[in-house]
């Protein structure tokens, strides 16, 4: 089973956003990083989008959305505060090609969960926004995991 979980992209500054946290949108950079995002995952076996409610998150899989003709569903499971064994918890119900948009709080504690249930991660962690986790999962849940990047960053 691959799924993908993404760091939404970059977004307008939290303390210069006058409406609520949940509507703050990408900035032009993360609109770029979005598309790019698309771009390298246009050819995987994407079959499902499923997004945090925040409008950062369902922004940056939609272009991906876009492309491979799939709606982007929102799902609390992602937001803001999450806990790690909900996020999990819908990443098993999903299954096999689904895309995942989460928050730079669930992204961290999710990994350490899956790395302690038997997936070896692969090369440095990235939490930075906008890097894409590859998670191949077997069926004893254990399996491998690495970062990709952002799209407009240089590895760490």
Same mark, same amino acid.
């Given at each position: 089973?691959?799924?993908?979980?993404?760091?939404?992209?970059?977004?307008?500054?939290?303390?210069?956003?006058?409406?609520?946290?949940? @509507? &703050?949108?990408?900035? *032009?950079?993360?609109?770029?990083?979005?598309? $790019?995002?698309? !771009?390298? +995952?246009? #050819?995987?076996?994407?079959?499902?989008?499923?997004?945090?409610?925040?409008?950062?998150?369902?922004?940056?899989?939609?272009?991906?959305?876009?492309?491979?003709?799939?709606?982007?569903?929102?799902? @609390? &499971?992602?937001?803001? *505060?999450?806990?790690?064994?909900?996020?999990? $918890?819908?990443? !098993?119900? +999903?299954? #096999?090609?689904?895309?995942?948009?989460?928050?730079?709080?669930?992204?961290?504690?999710?990994?350490?969960?899956?790395?302690?249930?038997?997936?070896?991660?692969?090369?440095?962690?990235?939490?930075?926004?906008?890097?894409?986790?590859?998670?191949?999962?077997?069926?004893?849940?254990?399996?491998?995991?690495?970062?990709?990047?952002?799209?407009?960053?240089?590895?760490?």
């Amino acid at each position: 089973m691959t799924v993908y979980l993404v760091r939404h992209a970059q977004a307008g500054e939290r303390a210069k956003w006058e409406g609520t946290d949940l @509507d &703050r949108p990408l900035s *032009g950079r993360g609109k770029r990083q979005a598309k $790019a995002i698309a !771009d390298r +995952l246009d #050819d995987e076996r994407i079959v499902r989008l499923v997004s945090s409610p925040y409008r950062r998150c369902v922004q940056t899989l939609e272009p991906l959305g876009t492309s491979l003709g799939l709606a982007v569903e929102t799902d @609390d &499971r992602l937001s803001e *505060g999450a806990s790690f064994e909900d996020t999990l $918890a819908l990443i !098993d119900e +999903l299954g #096999d090609g689904a895309a995942l948009c989460s928050h730079g709080d669930v992204i961290p504690d999710t990994m350490s969960a899956l790395v302690r249930r038997g997936v070896e991660l692969e090369g440095e962690p990235d939490w930075r926004k906008a890097t894409v986790w590859v998670i191949d999962r077997d069926a004893t849940g254990g399996g491998s995991a690495h970062a990709l990047p952002p799209p407009d960053r240089a590895p760490v």
